[in-house]
């Protein structure tokens, strides 16, 4: 369920750009220019797909404490990358469409197909990276058949909505499914900081405090299917330590709080009819 998630708001934003710039392309009567930009995505896919091979292999050579480290940092990586595109994606997501359509009309006007086919490169290549160090995340805390099922299923899901605002769907409203994916990304981001703590402080490198503030494995085991599926999107765990919980509500506060507040202030400001 986590890999679904998280591959169809990644995906969505790769099929987006995209199908922002087929669509503007067409629009434009430069259907010439296809190949350039399904060459362009090809490569940065398989950039990608190679980049999370070769982490899923690095992790594979390491055991004992040197793995906890790796993974305690892969974590805290993939917490920053999550988080830097939670709120960038916000700010942009009204935007992004006419930004894209600048890069094009100057790459077109200057004959660079280079350029043209690297707008679709680049951004495609941000959110393959962002997906391998998202699974790897999570596949930690599920099985890698779960975490394939999901990540397909995600995919699927990302391509059709792609596909839809490709040929001029208006029913996806962009700016509050940023917004509601957003939320929860915040919440799947602190369950991962949480358990990047955890794997520092079993690796030796930060204090235990606390060690198990409660237990609730008897309620909901981790083990467990349900436990397992809160696992990989909450970050789930039946006996955290008290670094564990503190850092899980204060990533939660602070994110929540600087991610909502704008959209407050936004919902307050007056209509042209009442200003």
Known sequence: ??????????????SLIVGIVLGYL??????????????????????????????????????????????GIAMLSAVSVLTWMIFWMRKQAANIKKELEAKLASAIAAGSAIGLASV??????????????????????????ATGIGAVVGLTISISLGVAIYMGSRRLNLRQFFTATGLLLIVFAAGLLAH??????EAGILPETVEHLWNTN??????????????????????????????????????LTLFVRPLLAWRREPTPAQA
């Open 26 to 71: 067409a629009k434009t009567e430069n259907r010439g220019y296809f190949r350039l930009i399904w060459l362009g995505t090809a490569a940065a896919v398989a950039i990608s797909i190679a980049a999370g091979a070769a982490l899923f292999f690095t992790v594979g050579e390491l055991e004992g404490r040197g793995e906890q480290i790796f993974e």
């Open 218 to 255: 008897g309620v909901v085991s981790e083990d467990s299917h349900f436990g397992k599926f809160l696992t990989a999107l909450f970050g789930y765990n039946g006996d955290p330590s008290a670094l564990e919980v503190g850092v899980w509500i204060t990533y939660l506060t602070v994110a």
């Open 1 to 14: 369920m986590g890999a679904a998630f998280l591959m169809t708001r990644e995906g969505l934003e790769a």
């Open 196 to 201: 990047a703590v955890h794997e520092f402080q």
């Open 120 to 145: 679709v490169f680049f951004a495609v290549l941000r959110e393959g990276v962002e997906t391998a160090l998202f699974l790897f995340a999570i596949g930690e805390s599920s099985t890698p058949l």
